[in-house]
């Protein structure tokens, strides 16, 4: 059990997530041009931008052992530094290459950083309160996909690119000193033999997880991938596009902030791992079938509602599906399979995009199969309780 005076600890992991995913979004609308800037070419501007999410998606597993064996907050601290030297060093960077080598540092940082906080958070927590938590974590990482990219793609063009990686350097500043001075480290458990860590953890409820969240995040990364051509093609703008992510983002932090957060837990995790997947399903199918902005906007809506019942189910399967000792683990897979799904939907998205279907179909698809897999996997979960975690 959690002690009660690490009420106050909560607060700073959901600061530093916020911050850490400032970082991740900040150079959304600003990578690409610079890469464009140094000469890349339009694959080797995607390889630049996608070089993050490969980095990223190699390194959380291997975090997650790290973080068990070693501890959170130092694990948490060494990510922050990584982090924050690389993004110093984005303005050194005077080629496409060197950018790319950048970038690829970058995600290790990023490896780590996110599957620390995230078992952090669930150490902290009690069991019947970590929906809860782990929404209020994933509506951090909705402001800061609300804040970051206006905020970023400002400082670009009053200062430029070295005024947005010096603002970024310091927001991560800030959360190092607050990981190193106000989070706790909560106690290892003794190490276990390697069949004695196999049993510790309910595979088929983690992989449920994984496949559920690789689900979202596949459609996520198709949706913010093609969304700019889907508003172009009705009309509407870049200015347009980011105020339809904007929605997106407000819709879901403030559903996670809300009671539904605990609701997706009154229950079987298989309901609101559906219901979510099931509006992520309809909310693509829509878009691709809006006549006009309003509908894309309700359609963008309907995903961020998506997203509020996806993430904290998730996460929070995640966590419960090992102990304490093992939980690193845990969450270095689970965010391996969340980065998957941004490295895969984009590219099978545009693959897509030549057929009748529309580049929505297949982030549809994967949602609905995610869904049915997830189903079946429940079926696998040796620790699956009565009670609410």
Known sequence: MVARS?????????TVTFLTFFDTFAFLPTIGPRAASLGADPVLVGAIVGAYSLTNLATNP???????????????????????????????????????????????????IVPAVFTLVGDLTRAERRARAMGRTGAAIGLAAIVGPPVAGALAEGVGFAGVTTTVAAVLGVGLVLAATRLPDPPR????????????????????????????????????????FRVEALGGSSATTGALLGLFAVVAAGL???????????????????????????????????????????????????????????????????????RGRAFGIFHAAFSLGFVVGPPLAGWVDATAAGPFSIGALVAVTAALA????????????????
Request: hydrophobic share 55%; charged share 15%; with cysteine.
């Open 6 to 14: 690490w009420a106050g600890p909560l607060g700073i992991a959901y």
């Open 62 to 112: 291997v975090a997650g052992v790290l973080l068990d064996r070693l501890g959170r907050r130092r694990l948490l601290i060494a990510g922050l530094a990584i982090a924050i030297a690389t993004v110093l060093a984005y303005p050194v960077a005077a080629t496409p290459g060197q950018l790319l080598v950048v970038r690829l540092l970058h995600g290790v940082g990023g490896g780590i």
């Open 189 to 228: 458990e003794r190490a276990a033999a390697p069949t004695e860590a196999l049993e510790a953890v309910d595979v088929g409820r983690l992989a449920r997880a994984g496949v559920a969240v690789f689900g979202f995040t596949f459609a996520l990364g198709g949706l913010t991938a093609f969304l700019p």
């Open 256 to 326: 996670m902030l809300s009671p539904v957060a605990d609701q997706t837990r009154t229950s079987s995790a298989l309901r609101p791992l559906a219901t979510g997947l099931a509006l992520v399903a309809v909310a693509l199918a829509l878009l691709t079938l809006a006549p006009t902005i309003a509908l894309a906007a309700v359609a963008c809506a309907v995903f961020g509602a998506g997203y509020a019942y996806v993430f904290p189910t998730a996460a929070s399967e995640a966590s419960a599906a090992a102990p304490m000792g093992r």
């Open 374 to 389: 997830s189903a079946a996997l429940s079926r696998l979960s040796t620790r699956e309780r009565a009670d609410v975690d």
